[in-house]
């Protein structure tokens, strides 16, 4: 099977990756940056190491702190008003997935002048970007180590995946030492997104034999660590343990894909603006019941990385056992249910089905899933949800 392989030219991994940034500007041969950024993230005083190295190295930095989270069509245009005006020869992104997201985007909008909907889909993006430092500061998205970017458009409503090599950083830093901060529920969203990427990459129809050993790494990490990091989120150990579960992940499904959880979350997210590691969280479990049947060695597998199923021998009680599993693993880290966090009637909630039905299959996603579902199947599979 012949299969490509893309990531950043460099990443570095571990404590301390965050002191190589000026050295990596100063590497793309660039003397103007943009930071980009948001408005918390600027209160907490965690960019005074990064703007101190540059300025030590004579770099220029400007400063995008306007990223708000699930990155819309609009803020994409502010950052980019911001980009010209101070015409920064590169983009470094100091945040979470919604800040990656923007900053990629907002580095290619430079370069092609479309609207953003011209690029949602795979490989839409005309001309190359500004160079791009990754710095993430959550173990989720694992957008520093992807070729995609989730943007919403406001007139449509619709989270659209933008999906080019275009989009990959060239350098990600990858230091844990960031995410310490970060409070219990935001580690429970971003951790469980980062699984559903290691399950997602490993059942997909694309998976690989480059992807699938990044895949298990993945989900055997977050497995082990996640709740640690839930329940002490100081613990070093653990943290580091998912900005590597995190960054394997990316790499994992960005070469590989995600499938129906991701497919199905994205809508959840545009209409509810449910966060989009809850949006995953929710679904994750009654999603990997309907797909057991097109991959149930894999799903024992995962089981078996999870530690779900020592009794369990057949694919089939793996399965099962993965799933309650997963169900466990949810009310462990406070996940609520999708009734609990869709604040709307079930009746209001139902009136959405065919549209979100119809954008989780535009997006692509669902027809990489084990078992590829009809519209009817998605709609019930938000009834059963619910
Ligand atoms: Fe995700």
């Not at 819309?72 to 992104?93: I, P, S």
């Not at 694992?142 to 619709?158: C, F, H, M, N, P």
């Not at 149930?296 to 309650?324: C, V």
């Amino acid at each position: 099977m012949l299969v490509s392989f893309d990531t950043p030219s460099t990443l570095w991994v571990g404590a301390g990756a965050r002191f190589r940034l000026a050295e990596e500007v100063q590497r793309l041969g660039v003397g103007r940056i943009l930071l980009v950024t948001d408005q918390h993230l600027l209160s907490t005083g965690i960019l005074d190491d990064f703007q101190a190295q540059c300025q030590s190295e004579h770099i220029e930095v400007n400063i995008f702190p306007q990223v708000q989270p699930d990155p819309t069509d609009e803020n994409v245009a502010a950052g980019l008003k911001h980009l010209r005006e101070c015409a920064a020869e590169a983009l470094v992104a100091i945040g979470g997935g919604s800040v990656m997201d923007a900053a990629k985007i907002i580095g290619i909008a430079v370069n092609n002048p479309e609207s953003l909907s011209a690029f949602q889909g795979y490989h839409k993006i005309p001309k190359s970007g500004l160079p791009l430092i990754a710095v993430p500061t959550t173990a989720g998205t694992g957008s520093e180590t992807t070729k995609a970017a989730v943007i919403t458009d406001t007139t449509r409503q619709v989270k659209m995946m933008i999906f080019d090599r275009k989009l990959l950083p060239r350098v990600s830093l990858v230091d844990y030492e960031l995410s310490l901060s970060m409070p219990p529920q935001l580690t429970a969203h971003v951790g469980i997104d980062t699984l559903a990427h290691g399950i997602e990459a490993f059942v997909s129809r694309k998976a690989s034999r480059m992807t699938d050993p990044l895949a298990l790494s993945c989900i055997q990490l977050t497995a082990r660590y996640l709740p640690m990091a839930y329940q002490e989120p100081e613990n070093r150990e653990a943290r580091e343990a998912m900005a590597l579960a995190a960054c394997q992940g990316g790499m994992a499904f960005t070469n590989s894909s995600v499938c129906l959880v991701h497919g199905m979350s994205r809508p959840l997210g545009a209409i509810f603006h449910l966060p989009h590691g809850l949006s995953n969280a929710v679904l994750l479990p009654s999603v990997t019941r309907f797909s057991l049947r097109g991959a149930p060695a894999r799903y024992k597998q995962i089981a078996r990385e999870m530690d779900f199923s020592r009794d369990r021998t057949s694919d089939e009680s793996a399965g099962e056992a993965l799933q309650e599993g997963l169900k466990a693993l949810n009310a462990q880290l406070g996940i609520p249910t999708l009734r609990e966090c869709v604040r709307v009637s079930q009746s209001e909630f139902e009136s959405y089905l065919d549209k979100m039905a119809e954008d989780a299959l535009a997006s692509g996603s669902p027809q990489n899933n084990p078992v590829v579902p009809s519209a009817n199947e998605i709609r019930d599979l938000y009834r059963s949800a619910w």
